[in-house]
């Protein structure tokens, strides 16, 4: 996975996100040799994660994730007790690196409903980028998750649009936007957002990079919402 910094410094790698998940979960986890623990996860989750978005979450078999990992069964259950289990380690995630990004916007930037819009949807985007595989098991999969999985899978996804309709609310107030339903046009933008991970083939075929997508989705969203004059 490519290093791309959607948090200035921060770098989102599978073996950075999977050690992460160990520290998290260090007591539910019995390996204790550093050196293997986050390697083998990251074998683990990138297996989980190419396994579920190609042929779905229920139709994944711990016997496929050990194969295709190159574990053997005893070796998974060292990490997980259940294949709902490591679902949950990997929605918790998604959901952490998202209120870590949402709460790393500069001061100066928040001050600015304008420039705080722009730094959302960029970073959204190339958060996104370099979690393509999580983001799409957790919007693609969510309906056929167990229920508080799935309540954890929308949870996720409704910060960031939480976050906008704060964004439209400030900048209404300040004169900045014309936006008379905010919480309808967070929910408007949150679909752009999420086109970048879900249709990536579609963009690519069209020569779309991520920055032309970046400046055409803030473009697009700036003329529906700023204020005239």
Request: charged share 25%.
């Given at each position: ?149 799935r309540r954890s899978a929308v949870d ?40 970048w991970y879900v249709k990536r083939a ?28």
């Amino acid at each position: 996975m490519a290093k791309i910094e959607a948090v200035p410094g921060r770098t989102y790698t599978t073996e950075e996100l999977c050690g992460r998940i160990v520290e998290r979960h260090r007591e539910r986890i019995k390996v204790r040799k550093p050196a293997l623990v986050v390697a083998n996860l990251s074998r683990i989750v990138t297996a989980f994660l190419k396994l579920s978005n190609r042929q779905g979450f229920h139709a994944t078999s711990l016997r496929e994730l050990a194969e295709a990992s190159g574990l053997s069964m005893g070796g998974l259950y060292t990490y997980f007790d259940s294949k709902e289990t490591l679902l949950l380690m990997v929605l918790d995630e998604v959901a952490d690196t998202m209120r870590e990004l949402l709460a790393a916007v500069p001061a100066e930037v928040a001050a600015d409903p304008r420039a705080h819009l722009r730094w959302l949807i960029a970073s959204h985007v190339r958060l996104s980028e370099a979690m393509q595989p999580w983001f799409v098991f957790a919007f693609m999969e969510a309906k056929s998750f167990p229920p508080s999985a799935r309540r954890s899978a929308v949870d996720s996804e409704m910060l960031a649009e939480a976050e906008l309709t704060a964004i439209f609310e400030r900048g209404t107030q300040a004169g900045v936007f014309a936006v008379a339903e905010p919480q309808l046009a967070a929910a408007l933008v949150k679909p752009l957002l999420q086109d970048w991970y879900v249709k990536r083939a579609k963009y690519r075929k069209r020569g779309i990079g991520i920055d032309a997508y970046i400046e055409g989705v803030t473009g697009f969203v700036e003329r529906a919402t700023l204020k005239a004059g």
